[in-house]
């Protein structure tokens, strides 16, 4: 996977042949009185979670219709929301109705250059930097086919109501790969390998009829026709299996299928992953298959072949035209176009079927129309002919993940948050070792020099190993100090005690089960690494290392029948 960074700044140009300029919209509503904006389908949703909220007797059958309808908010033309914001009773600040819904862009539009002359965007997404460098990109592959290209960095949208934290700003952290890959073939040589992964998935079907999703196995959704293709599912479940990696729930994840009203302009198949938090079920992932869309309309504007070649194990015979272009009559019509024209012909010509259309218009009108230039029979002639063709030129489709990142982390310190049964004023946050900003906490159990300087050479240690470091020196009770690390997520302390001045060991706790192990400390920066990279879990530390209990006051006991490496032992437990 190749991965790019290109500018925020957008020429207009790029984002009109986009069709961003025209589509990229969201439909908005004024207050009558005060003129203030708001987002219509968002209205109508709350409208809608009000009048359930406040019926609690509406028999089912009733609150399914009105939850199908929710469900459906931002797929419903101008009229029909209109429509619905009245038979809700929706109405603005001042009391009155809202004005008729209208499209609004979510572009930020400025002007680039002193002049003020050339319009330029902030970009909305960072995809069609990618798409308009594909042949560099493809270049940089060395022609190879499929290929990926990955972009993270700012996308800028002028929401018309931001609210929820980072749920929904105006500025925000986006990261996008684009997987170029033959439209006639959008298999995938990985994906085998989550072919048995389940998702739950919210087809388009179930949210217009029963709004009940389904677990379904990724190989299933792609045999059934669901998924559109190997490709896109696979991105899917890799997606999911990520998330369940960084400590999302995996009940509280889903992927939904866009309603044919809802897909975006460039998409044949959209499915987002949706995280459920306190804001309900909110979209941290697209997956879209755009097509050949983009890399079409950008060859198209640019007069620039977008397209990559298929290498055929066996040459095969296929029909062309062979072209012969009278110059003259060319370069008299088109001047500097003269090459464009005769390139479009060309490339029209390496398939009879394609260009036999053309042909026929020219045999039999004398003229016809090839991307807004008008051919004349004096300007070509074309000769069928029969050619041994060894690799096939196509433009790619385009398989699309887009990840919110300012999204996806909000889900993720929900996920984590949980108060300890015992406390509830114990708040900690789960998160997992390979994503906690801070791995290891290094807590002296007295503040002497000796103690301290124990403390400050494991932490250089761990530090040494890119293993990043909270060191608690306060006079705090060790189990308040426990605590503090707790609540920001650190997933283990290393306690420096009495005991490791004098046998060179020390404590090690693991922050949700609060269990704690005694180990050498040469063995703790290793240990710790391994367990943050994967490469051993801490129910094998456990096994490895005695299981101790440890008071606040950091006296440690042994606890009985704990298993080691060398067998099993039970004594009564004393101090230690």
């Known amino acids: 996977m190749l991965e790019m960074e290109c500018t925020c700044l957008t020429p207009e140009s790029v984002l009109k042949t986009s069709g961003h300029v ?63 914001l009245i038979k809700y009773d929706c109405k603005g600040p001042s009391g009155n109705p809202y004005s008729p819904s209208f499209p609004f862009n979510l572009m930020f539009k400025t002007s680039i250059g002193p002049e003020g002359t050339s319009i330029g965007y902030l970009r909305p997404e960072t995809a069609q930097g990618l798409f308009v460098n594909f042949k560099r990109l493809l270049d940089y592959n060395a022609q190879k086919m499929p290929f990926a290209a990955a972009q993270i960095g700012l996308g800028f949208r002028n929401e018309i109501a931001p609210r929820g934290g980072l749920l929904r700003v105006r500025e925000f952290c986006m990261g996008e790969i684009e997987h170029f890959v033959n439209p006639t073939d959008k298999s995938h040589p990985s994906f085998p390998t989550v072919a048995d992964k389940e998702l739950v998935l919210f087809g388009r079907d179930d949210q217009l009829g029963s709004g009940k999703t389904m677990v379904v196995t990724t190989g ?28 999302m729930d995996p ?15 460039y998409a044949s198949d959209c499915w987002d992953l949706e995280i459920k938090s306190s804001y309900g079920w909110v979209e941290c992932v697209g997956h879209a298959d755009r097509a050949c869309y983009d890399l079409d309309v950008h060859a198209k ?30 370069g008299k019509s088109f001047k500097g176009n003269q090459r464009v024209v005769s390139g479009l012909l060309e490339t029209l010509a390496e398939d009879w079927g394609t260009f036999e259309p053309i042909a026929t218009a020219l045999e039999n009108d004398g003229k016809t129309t090839v991307d807004g230039f008008e051919i004349t029979k004096e300007m070509v002639s074309w000769t069928k002919i029969n050619k041994k063709v060894h690799e096939i030129k196509f433009t790619p489709s385009v398989i699309e993940p887009s990840f919110g990142m ?86 283990f302390a290393v306690t420096v005690d009495f005991e490791t001045l004098a046998k060179d060991t020390v404590t090690l706790r693991e922050r949700d089960s609060t269990v704690q192990i005694r180990l050498p400390k040469v063995d703790v920066t290793r240990l710790i690494f391994d367990i943050v990279h994967s490469r051993t879990t801490w129910e094998e530390a456990k096994k490895k290392y005695p299981v101790v209990s440890v008071d606040d006051e950091g006296n440690a006991s042994q606890q009985v029948g704990t298993t080691v490496v060398c067998g099993a032992f039970s004594r009564p437990a004393e101090q230690i």
């Open 220 to 247: 299933d959704a792609v045999k059934t026709g669901l998924v559109n293709n190997e490709t896109l599912a696979y991105f899917m479940a890799r997606t999911q299996l990520f998330m369940e990696r960084i400590g």
């Open 301 to 330: 504007a640019t007069k620039t072949p977008m397209v990559a070649t298929v290498k055929l194990d066996k040459p095969q015979e296929k029909e062309v035209a062979k072209l012969k272009f009278d110059r003259k009559n060319l």
């Open 251 to 265: 009940a509280r994840l889903r992927f939904r299928q866009h309603l044919a009203t809802e897909m975006a302009h």
């Open 406 to 491: 300012g999204r996806i982390l909000y889900s993720l310190l929900e996920h984590s948050f949980y108060q300890r049964d015992v406390d509830e004023q114990r708040c900690v946050m789960r998160f997992n070792p390979q994503v906690a900003p801070q791995k290891c906490a290094v807590l002296p159990i007295s503040s002497s020099p000796e103690t301290n300087a124990v403390v400050d050479e494991i932490a250089a240690s761990l530090m040494d190993s890119d293993l990043f470091t909270r060191v608690d020196k306060s006079t705090a009770s060790l189990g308040r100090r426990y605590a503090r690390s707790d609540e920001v997520g650190v997933p």
């Open 22 to 84: 025209e589509r990229f919209t969201d439909l908005m509503v004024k207050d009558t009185e005060s003129a203030e904006c708001f987002r219509a389908d968002k209205l109508l949703e709350d409208a809608i979670d009000a009048l359930i909220e406040s019926s609690p007797t509406m028999p089912i059958v009733e609150q399914e219709e009105h939850l199908r309808i929710q469900r459906q908010a931002d797929a419903f033309t101008p009229t029909e929301i209109d429509e619905l």
